[in-house]
């Protein structure tokens, strides 16, 4: 659903996001070159038209846009990248920005794919909460943070079977080393974790006096993301998990957190008609 308008900028900045991943492809194959920087610019682009596209999507539902599926997959491709932006020069993490082009490339394609995902839902203006806003907002904003988490974990994968391997030349040659992604990881999860707890405890401190309100298919859709990246967490720490183990656990969860967005949003009481604000993706 959704005005004309937000549709076509949405989907102008997802067609950034892949035309960067495609053009860093083409270098990569032709010019044995990784283009960091204009696939960054050009990520960048993207990012900047995607937002101007969610913020008429806000404007129409009156809220922070997560009401539907599609709404929810394209504000965690808007956190991935937003977070990207920020992290990737940072840390020069060579093919850091493919990756991520990559990501926000394959989520966007599936959301215009299967239009069905962008379902009208009921308004309920004058009834949105800023606690609850806030709570849903974090709690999708970690799910970016978490495919960043997943990112930095292929790289890890890639680089472990190139130096068994003996593969140096190609994609290979621009691989972060292990220490960087392993660095990276741990600052990913860690952030992504407490995100998503601040997320939890505002929602807590509201649901705790409306219990009417709370959704047990989103609690515990939400509540079972949070304990499994919590107990990711302590073993990295405990230094229980870690190098290729802890890399395709990180990368298996995230897809299991992107998993769990559509049976809580099915578990929605839809009007066709309009749109609604205060539904978040998991509590």
Known sequence: MGSSADILWIGL????????????????????HHPRWLLYMIIAGGYAIHSYGLYLRGMEVRGCPIGNTFEIVQFVIWSLTFCFLVLGPAFRLSLFGFFTAGLAAILSV???????????????????????????????????????LAISCVLYILQNYSLKHHRWKGMYEFLPSLVESETMTLRMLAAGSGVLTVSLLVGYSYFV?????????????????????LVVLFLRLTNRLYGKKLAWTSIVLFFFALLSIWPVDASRQTKPTAHTSIEMPHE
């Open 110 to 148: 599936l959301a215009f794919i299967f239009r069905g995902w962008d379902t009208p839902y009921p308004l309920d203006v004058g009834k949105v909460s800023p606690a609850i806003e806030f709570h849903a907002s974090l709690a999708v904003f970690s799910y970016g943070i978490f495919g960043l």
């Open 209 to 229: 006096q409306n219990t009417a309100e709370i959704n047990a298919a989103k609690l515990a859709a939400t509540v079972a993301v949070w304990l499994a990246y």
């Open 13 to 32: 900045g997802n067609l950034l996001y892949t035309l960067g991943f495609v053009t860093a492809i083409l270098y990569l194959i032709r010019a044995k």
